[in-house]
């Protein structure tokens, strides 16, 4: 019996050896508890530890974690296969209608400590409260934001008030993501739904195409008006730079005719003759020679037809 006794306790010294020695992991940190107390903390490494005495829990702090609320994955593939789970997926909107929502919760630990021991069943709370918090998220809002342009907001809404949720249970978790895999109208509507999207795509599609059309004929019809204002404002210097000419002009005969008149009489007179004879054929006969015309009859020559034969 002695040396049985001592076996023993050979035994337990060499177990408590090497149970003295652990190892942290880079993506962990460890928790180090003595008789249930944390006492202490260890970065990734070898450590050092009392046996029977001390023990060592490693959450993984640095990991991205993650739930899936609404649905499980079934096989990860590839290609991975999903099963909803209708129980937690579906949802009442604001407006009173069911929809099947499936998300997925991103998650770190900030606080192992806190982790650890302030909450019971960590994944499963979190999990409990993500599917509440989502539902309270969806019942303040109508059907057509939640299938439509109200998901992202609806994603930053539920990650805000979860980790208000998670911190006031002291949780130690940071919540990174909330995404919404997928958010459906119950099989039976789900035709239903499928024609109010394709009359809501096709009244999208008609309003791009006429803001197209609005904004080809718009460019067009201001490129016109202002082609025709500068035309008109063209025409317009024109006719005002025409007018000053002319009564220029005219202020300046005026100003000399009242200087001389007779003498600018005389030289419009000219002025106006030359104009008018210098566009016609015209004889000029000196001296007596107005007393016999006749020579000078017809004042144009006649116009000579051209021979049509031989003389006769």
Known sequence: MPSLGIVIVILLVIYGAFGSFYTVAPEELGVIKRFGAVVR??????????????????????????????????????????????????????????????FIVQYKINDPSAFLFNIRDQEKTLKDASEATMREVVGKNPIDEVLTEGRFRMQQDTKQLLQATMDSYGSGLSIVAVQLQDVLPPGEVADAFKDVASAREDREKSEEQAEGYRNDLIPKAKGESEKLVNEAMAYREA??????????????????????????????????????????????????????????????????????????
């Open 41 to 102: 903390t260890a970065d990734p490494g070898p450590h050092f530890k009392i046996p029977y005495v001390e023990t060592v829990l490693k959450p993984q702090v640095t990991k991205v974690h993650r739930i899936e609320v609404g649905f499980e994955t079934i096989d990860p593939g590839p290609p991975a296969r999903y099963r909803p789970v209708k129980r937690e997926a579906l949802m009442l909107t604001g407006d009173e209608n069911i929809v099947q929502v499936e």
């Open 239 to 312: 006719r005002i730079n025409q007018a000053k000419g002319d009564t220029s002009r005219f202020l300046q005969v005026l100003k000399e005719y009242q200087k001389a008149r007779d003498v600018t009489q005389k030289r419009i007179y000219i002025e106006t003759m030359e104009e008018v004879l210098g566009r016609m054929e015209k004889v000029i006969i000196e001296g007596g020679a107005d007393k016999n015309l006749v020579p000078y009859l017809p004042l144009r020559p006649e116009r000579k037809t051209p021979s049509t034969g031989g003389s006769k």
